[in-house]
């Protein structure tokens, strides 16, 4: 699997979007961008995924870049409950591979 | 709606002692089951998988045991604790291929004495 670089840590004020980069510049053609966070001392949690194009759901919204070599994650109104670390996570489709390699992520810090 | 149980939430064991956790899944058929563990500070590390009954895959050797007695139920286990077995053990699910996403239970945080 492509690996992944994210900024270690970010704030962000309530009530704003939050933007969170990841870059995969070594992501080949059929690699998926999947997105998980993990709030202090529960189990991570699927935000989303996407393979080339934007995609949205009730949680968030995944903007992959047309070259595929980045994405932004964007909570588009951040709310206390929103303090996790989020990770970055490109896999290959239809892998053997079960694991899913989580890398040190970005501790997002949402203030009131 | 599925729902993924672990149980128990914490718990303190002396070294040398056994384990056993216990994880559920309900409201789907045939999940592939899957254990973490996540030590302090770090990240996730895949322990087993299992695909189905009976079928275990191990990630990495180590002191631990897995076993999936039913289709919803997946168990770790150990016959004698060490200290290095500390640490946040997650369980979760998912569905068809490894592409799928993977769902996690509430985890066990295990402190070995």
């Known amino acids: 699997d492509a690996k992944t670089t994210q900024p270690p840590s970010m704030d962000c004020a309530e009530g704003r979007a939050a933007n969170l980069p990841c870059n995969h510049s070594?992501?080949?053609?059929?690699?998926?961008v999947y997105w998980y966070r993990q709030i202090h001392s529960q189990g991570p949690q699927y935000i989303i995924h996407?393979?080339?194009n934007n995609e949205t759901n009730e949680m968030a919204s995944l903007i992959i870049t047309e070259d595929r070599k980045s994405s932004t994650l964007i909570l588009p109104h951040a709310t206390l409950r929103d303090t996790a670390v989020y990770y970055c996570?490109?896999?290959?489709?239809?892998?053997?591979?079960?694991?899913?390699?989580f890398g040190a992520g970005t501790t997002v810090t949402v203030r009131a | 709606s599925q729902t993924i149980h672990q149980w128990p939430a914490t718990l303190v064991q002396p070294v040398g002692s056994p384990l056993s956790l216990e994880c559920t899944v309900e409201?789907?058929?045939?999940?592939?089951l899957y254990w973490y563990r996540q030590a302090a500070g770090r990240g996730l590390q895949l322990l087993f998988y299992?695909?189905?009954?009976?079928?275990i895959s191990s990630e990495v050797p180590q002191n631990l045991s897995a076993s999936r007695p039913q289709d919803r139920q997946f168990i770790l286990s150990s016959k004698k604790l060490l200290l290095s077995d500390s640490g946040f053990y997650l369980c979760?699910?998912?569905?068809?291929?490894?592409?799928?996403?993977?769902?996690f239970g509430p985890g066990t945080r295990l402190t070995v004495t």
């Open positions: 299992s695909v189905g009954i009976g079928q």
């Open positions: 996407g393979l080339k």
């Open positions: 409201g789907t058929s045939n999940p592939n």
């Open positions: 996570i490109v896999r290959v489709a239809g892998s053997n591979d079960y694991k899913l390699s």
């Open positions: 979760a699910w998912s569905l068809g291929t490894p592409l799928y996403e993977q769902y």
């Open positions: 070594t992501i080949s053609g059929n690699e998926y």
